[in-house]
Nanobody, 127 residues
Framework: QVHLEAFGGGWVQAGDSLSLSCVFSGDAFSKYGLGWFRQVPGKGREFVAA????????KYTTSVEGRFTISRDDAKNKVDLLMNSLKPEDTARYYC????????????????????WGQGTQVTVSS
């Protein structure tokens, strides 16, 4: 059974950096495309970033482009999200997601594309 556990959230001030990690278990990590989403109360879950199986293809939502970096470590079965220059509008609960795919260079952008989800970790950015 695939399991994802995210951690690394916390409370920071605007302009600070924070790194989230998501540890994967239960299957061959290298078969999975990965993503990060976020959600604030009362709103739908929003795509943040995605990375392909190969790690060579990444995609970001416009609001985080240039500030966030998604990466994967297949030796440690984890996907990270490095968040720099954080803004109050980045405040949300962040979820990691995984889906098996035969394609090594494509990424997934939609919630419905992902089969497995972590429990989320809260990020709060104060102004």
């Amino acid at each position: 059974q695939v399991h994802l556990e995210a951690f690394g959230g916390g409370w920071v001030q605007a302009g600070d950096s924070l790194s989230l990690s998501c540890v994967f278990s239960g299957d061959a990590f290298s078969k999975y495309g990965l993503g990060w989403f976020r959600q604030v109360p009362g709103k739908g879950r929003e795509f943040v970033a995605a990375i392909s199986r190969s790690g060579l293809s990444t995609k970001y939502t416009t609001s985080v482009e240039g500030r966030f970096t998604i990466s994967r470590d297949d030796a440690k079965n984890k996907v990270d999200l490095l968040m720099n220059s954080l803004k109050p509008e980045d405040t949300a609960r962040y979820y990691c997601a995984a889906t098996p795919t035969i394609y090594t260079t494509t990424y997934r952008l939609l919630q419905s594309d992902y089969d497995y989800w972590g429990q989320g970790t809260q990020v709060t950015v104060s102004s």
